[in-house]
């Protein structure tokens, strides 16, 4: 086991300027190009992401500390942002996201105040128990995840571009 | 074809900054661990780029541009940064990289002033012919590539810790 809430915290809290850094100026040609069919593009992982601040992290640690094993956690719809059709400006999008992960991490810091508090347990619906230090993890590597998801969507633009070379680059063979 | 100069660039300028912003103040754990033996951690693939600014990219294109398929590429050894038992500090990895881009990245705007050089040959040494324009598009997939192997590292640190969500975290299936 590696957890570290403060370690963890340090990635949490990097990820929004990350993206900031990254995406900010970017043409719309590479915000809005997808690996395929049925596939998100940049700017639907980031609208996943703060659905994700908005409805499952917090809510999830919240449910386990008021009601531990008692009640499931409410469902967490991972497709939700598709519905809806937001009209507005990646900055908009990535400041959006960093207010919001700024608050879930004050919220976070006031919630958790001691070690023993990573080892309470909740219900999840699928998993059955599960327990604080597994949900801030899995936050963690959520996040890890979705950045690993925008290059490899921005990699996959290329694909063709980059003629024999693919062989040797390994994010093309990752789908 | 997708490939667009302008375009390519945007996104060689901004890794360097991404990377900073993303990793510096992170522990040493994180900036140590492996995803296993005989593989990079996030400083390593930090030099790995560093050797690419001064040994290859551009070098590369020079070659294309003097000599055409007259001579194969030189050879690039992709381990050779892990020979170097350099010590220093991330910040002054992170900088020496940044410094680096900003050096090839004004060569290539220096050296490609016309679209009908991207269509140039050369020859490498394992896939025979190649153009200016794969070659560029490689570069920009390779800063990809990197980006995710780094992100995955640091996934692979919290396997164990995030329980049975592991089954939901795509990053943790892709080695």
Chains 1, 2 share one sequence.
Not at 11 to 33: A, I, N, Y
Not at 94 to 114: A, D
Request: with cysteine; hydrophobic share 40%.
């Amino acid at each position: 086991m590696n957890f570290d809430l403060k370690e963890a915290i340090s990635v949490l809290e990097r990820t929004p300027q990350t993206l900031e850094v990254f995406l900010t100026g970017l043409s719309d040609d590479w915000l809005h190009c997808r690996e395929g069919d049925e596939t998100w593009n940049i700017i639907e992982v980031l609208e996943h992401l703060i659905e994700g601040e908005k409805h499952n992290w917090i809510k999830r640690l919240e449910t386990i500390l008021k009601e531990g094993e008692k009640n499931p956690f409410p469902a967490f719809d991972r497709f939700s942002h598709l519905n809806q059709k937001v009209e507005r400006s990646l900055e908009q999008t990535l400041l959006e996201f960093k207010e919001l992960r700024n608050e879930s991490l004050s919220k976070l810091k006031n919630l958790i105040h001691s070690d023993s508090q990573l080892e309470l347990t909740g219900y999840h619906p699928a998993f059955g128990v599960v327990k604080v230090r597994q949900l801030i993890s899995t936050w963690v590597v959520h996040d890890l995840t979705h950045i690993s998801q925008l290059v490899r969507i921005m990699a996959e633009r290329y694909r063709v571009d980059v003629g024999p070379w693919e062989e040797y680059l390994g994010i093309l063979k990752k789908r």
